[in-house]
């Protein structure tokens, strides 16, 4: 793994890894709006490139409307959700209740609870900048997919490109672009270099990175 600044490796420390309540109301509320909503739409669209049948885990799934999305796009997927926030669990559960083919579970990263080649794809939108331990929690998303499948983590960096930016500005206005560039100093986000030395030291040991929008993804192949 990359090696972090002195302030990188601080934040790291200090920052909570769950979403505790009221956190899980809030990121709930705005998971919610429009901007939040074409988000989905478009990490949806990607994974579906990836895989569009069989079981898909979600690693902290926050309020699960990316499940939600997947669900309306691909009705045939059975999509699993886990997160380490009770608060945030119950939220999922509550916004997914009757749709048979989603189940939400508590669950961590370093310690998926589920057995050894179970899925077809595993997937992460935003929460790996949150794990305390993302080299055990890479190797556990290793340990539960099956041969030949996909991990798909998807997260923001702190050194997200002007084109992007720029790009972003022409779709959301320079308001929320700020805010999103506010937003990379208060939580500790891996930089590009980061991700793409973030497969080496797991069960992976290759990885490749690409941009989707504002979201940097890594795409590991067991
Ligand atoms: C910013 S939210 C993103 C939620 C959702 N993936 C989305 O894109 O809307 C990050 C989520 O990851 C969860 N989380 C953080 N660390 C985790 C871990 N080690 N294992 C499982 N979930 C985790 C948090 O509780 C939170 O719900």
């Known amino acids: 793994?990359?090696?972090h600044s002195l302030m990188g490796r601080?934040?790291?420390r200090l920052h909570p890894e769950?979403?505790?309540?009221?956190g899980s109301v809030l990121y709930n509320a705005i998971?919610?709006?429009v901007i939040f909503?074409?988000?989905y739409q478009m990490v949806a669209d990607d994974i579906l490139n990836y895989c569009s049948s069989g079981t898909l885990l979600d690693i902290g799934t926050g309020p699960a409307r990316l499940l939600l999305t997947l669900h309306n796009k691909s009705p045939q997927l059975r999509l699993l959700g886990i997160d380490s926030s009770p608060a945030m669990v119950a939220k999922a559960k509550e916004n997914t209740s009757g749709v048979q083919s989603i189940e939400i579970k508590d669950g961590n990263a370093d310690k998926i609870p589920y057995p050894d080649n179970y899925f077809d794809i595993v997937i992460s939108t935003v929460s790996m900048h949150h794990w305390k331990h993302p080299t055990e929690g890479l190797n556990e998303a290793y340990r539960v997919?099956?041969?030949g499948?996909?991990?798909l983590v998807y997260d923001l960096v702190s050194d997200t490109p002007e084109t992007i930016l720029a790009d972003c500005k022409r779709q959301f206005g320079w308001f929320r672009t700020t805010l999103f560039w506010l937003h990379s100093f208060e939580e500790p986000f891996y930089s590009q270099a980061d991700f793409q030395s973030m497969a080496q030291p797991t069960l992976?040991?290759?990885g490749q990175t690409k941009f989707l929008g504002l979201l940097y993804c890594l795409i590991l192949k067991k």
């Open 1 to 3: 793994m990359a090696k």
């Open 10 to 12: 601080l934040m790291k």
């Open 18 to 22: 769950s979403i505790p309540w009221p």
């Open 31 to 33: 998971s919610s709006t």
């Open 37 to 39: 909503q074409r988000h």
């Open 145 to 147: 997919l099956k041969p």
């Open 149 to 151: 499948g996909f991990v």
């Open 204 to 206: 992976f040991k290759i």
